[in-house]
């Protein structure tokens, strides 16, 4: 089937109760491995491709160096292949860009073909995060595009986005910042970590996303919290990477 926006697919893990898992892919291959994986389990998936990943496919080797014209590029040859794995499969696809870093990386995605695009303004401050978030909003959903922001800050590294520590989300902020955006979806800060080492020593705030959600069915506000930085790293994956020639050390996920 066609690709499909984000807001669908996390329409109805609110309605269900249950948590939807999106995989980033930096290359065609992996594209298809996770589709195919999706088809066996009868579960809609969502594909994110990164700003930098968006360099990369673009043919730039320095890819954190990326220009706009590489990232068009390469959204366009991401898009065009998950396009086509998309149309032979049963189940919905998301095309999603992981941390947009402004407005034109947004529409970079967009014209390439992504169905929905976060733009990450957790570093500035709150009214410009609004500001900036609200305008990639009015531009993606007026094409059918949904959009995902971001409210506090993990700490952790993951291409462009680094923070030594975190800043935890201010519930009533994700209500203000749900209301003045309308994002169909919003990353919160609440212990997570982005990286490899993400789950040692981590200490969760669960209270956070659930003072959130509350608040939200509270104001009959619509939307979906994201966890990033949630992934468990198996051993047996390490192991089997490093017995391969792979250097992975202290790494650890999140557990279940």
Not at 16 to 31: D, P
Not at 86 to 113: M, R, T, W, Y
């Amino acid at each position: 089937m066609p690709l499909v926006p984000l807001r669908p697919v996390l329409d109805a893990t609110v309605k269900y109760g249950y948590a939807q898992g999106a995989f980033n892919v930096n290359a065609v291959a992996q594209a298809e491995a996770v589709i195919a994986v999706h088809e066996m389990f009868r579960s809609p998936a969502i594909l994110q491709g990164a700003d930098l990943a968006n360099a990369f496919m673009g043919g730039r080797v320095d890819f954190a160096n990326g220009t706009l014209e590489d990232k068009k590029k390469g959204a366009r040859n991401i898009a065009e292949a998950v396009k086509k794995f998309a149309e032979q499969s049963p189940i919905p696809v998301v095309l999603h860009l992981d941390h947009g870093k402004n407005f034109d990386s947004c529409v970079a995605a967009i014209e390439g073909g992504y169905t929905s695009v976060m733009i990450d303004g957790s570093s500035l401050p709150f009214e410009e995060n609004v500001e900036l978030t609200r305008e990639v909003v009015k531009y993606a959903h007026a094409r059918g595009v949904s959009v995902e922001g971001e409210l506090g800050v993990l700490a952790g590294v993951e291409d462009h986005v680094f923070a030594a520590n975190s800043t935890y989300t201010n519930p009533l902020s994700a209500i203000e910042f749900f209301r003045k955006t309308e994002v169909d979806a919003l990353a919160i800060s609440y212990g997570t970590m982005h990286g490899a080492s993400k789950g040692k020593d981590v200490k969760l705030r669960r209270e956070i996303p659930i003072a959130i959600k509350e608040c939200m069915n509270h104001e009959g506000i619509q939307g979906a919290l994201v966890s990033h930085g949630s992934s468990t790293v198996p051993r047996y994956i390490v192991e089997e990477i490093n017995a391969l020639g792979g250097n992975i050390q202290n790494a650890y996920g999140i557990s279940k």
